[in-house]
């Protein structure tokens, strides 16, 4: 009788955990639908409740973070942040949430040294290379912000909002050729956001801007530009031959075929690149011409661009079906950008 009562205590233990376990889970999707509802006071305190019931939960945890943050009580979030960093098993986004509060503050030494913290945990984490670069943006040090941002890309080469920044950056710097590199990468990772478009833009002003007569041996003596970078200009003026008078869906189609064609015959064992090899997969393929369109759109024009696909309709539902079939991925190794 006496081990009949102990199965059942411990099947009524088991069930209780399992009860209280699915309970904090509920709260937990409940508070998550109040915050994309804009409610986040009584996200909070749902997720208060859920805490309650699993403190070492960093699922909730982070949530609870973010919760404070978004309803702009900097002083909670700071405290449930610093709470869940240091679970040993905190991830990181843990730490990119915290930072977030850290920053709206303008708590600058603190942010710092957390993603210092962060980097020695995860020194591969494109994330937090991404948020210390943007730490030292807000204090104005862009020759420091690019320093990590370009770490970043080396060591995490799928997170796409390094490739955003550091194209922002590379163009406002007039270093042209690694803004249509990173530019280009940027696009294929995050094919469809609010950046998109913008990138779109900048890709094709850096693409006329090389074109310009003159224009290659000034990026090639640039002082950062690498020994791969220049290899690609080479390249680039080889296959524009001479400059167009207009950069047209035409042309930038055939110069950058001839490059593609040149680059996987002179140099693709010197310098495996993703983006290149991505590029001669889809000429292979007879898509070129469609991704060119897609990648210059909006400086080309919609009714440039109907106007192809309506001629083009092969190519275009191929194009689709490639994009939702296909997903880019860098290989870690392909960073050439040192000099």
């Known amino acids: 009788m006496k081990y009949v009562f102990l199965s059942l205590l411990v099947i009524a233990l088991a069930g209780s955990a399992k009860a209280q376990e699915q309970t904090a889970r509920l709260l937990q999707e409940t508070a998550r639908t109040l915050v994309q509802k804009g409610d986040y006071d009584n996200a909070a305190v749902v997720l208060e409740r859920a805490k309650q019931q699993e403190?070492?939960?960093i699922d909730i945890l982070r949530d609870l973070c973010f919760?404070?943050?978004?309803?702009?009580?900097?002083?909670?979030a700071i405290e449930t942040g610093?709470?869940?960093?240091?679970?040993?098993?905190?991830?990181?986004?843990?730490?990119?949430?915290?930072g977030l509060s850290y920053k709206a503050i303008a708590s600058y030494k603190e942010c710092a040294k957390l993603y210092r913290t962060a980097l020695r945990k995860f020194p591969n984490s494109g994330v937090i290379y991404n948020e210390y670069a943007e730490l030292f943006a807000l204090e104005n040090d862009l020759d420091e912000a690019i320093v990590q941002w370009e770490k970043g890309i080396e060591v995490d080469p799928n997170y796409s909002s390094n490739y955003y920044n550091a194209t922002m950056y590379h163009t406002r710097k007039g270093n042209r050729i690694r803004a249509v590199l990173y530019g280009e990468i940027f696009l294929n990772l995050e094919s469809y956001s609010a950046r998109t478009e913008e990138i779109k833009t900048q890709l094709y002003n850096s693409w006329r801007s090389i074109l310009t007569p003159g224009a290659i041996q000034q990026q090639k003596d640039q002082k950062m530009a690498s020994a791969f970078e220049k290899t690609v200009l080479d390249i680039v003026a080889k296959a524009a031959g001479g400059s167009p008078l207009a950069v047209t869906a035409d042309a930038l189609t055939a110069i950058r075929t001839k490059f593609v064609v040149e680059w996987a015959a002179t140099q693709q064992k010197n310098y495996p690149f993703q983006l290149f090899a991505n590029q001669q997969y889809l000429i292979s393929q007879g898509l070129f011409e469609a991704y060119t369109y897609w990648l210059f759109a909006p400086s080309l024009g919609v009714d440039a661009c109907q106007a192809w696909q309506k001629a083009h309709p092969k190519e275009t539902a191929g194009f689709s079906v490639y994009q939702q079939s296909r997903v880019f991925k860098?290989?870690?190794g392909q960073y050439y950008f040192s000099r």
């Open 55 to 57: 403190p070492d939960n």
């Open 67 to 76: 919760a404070y943050y978004l309803k702009r009580d900097f002083s909670k």
């Open 82 to 98: 610093k709470d869940l960093v240091e679970k040993p098993n905190a991830d990181q986004q843990s730490f990119q949430v915290l």
């Open 330 to 332: 860098a290989p870690p």
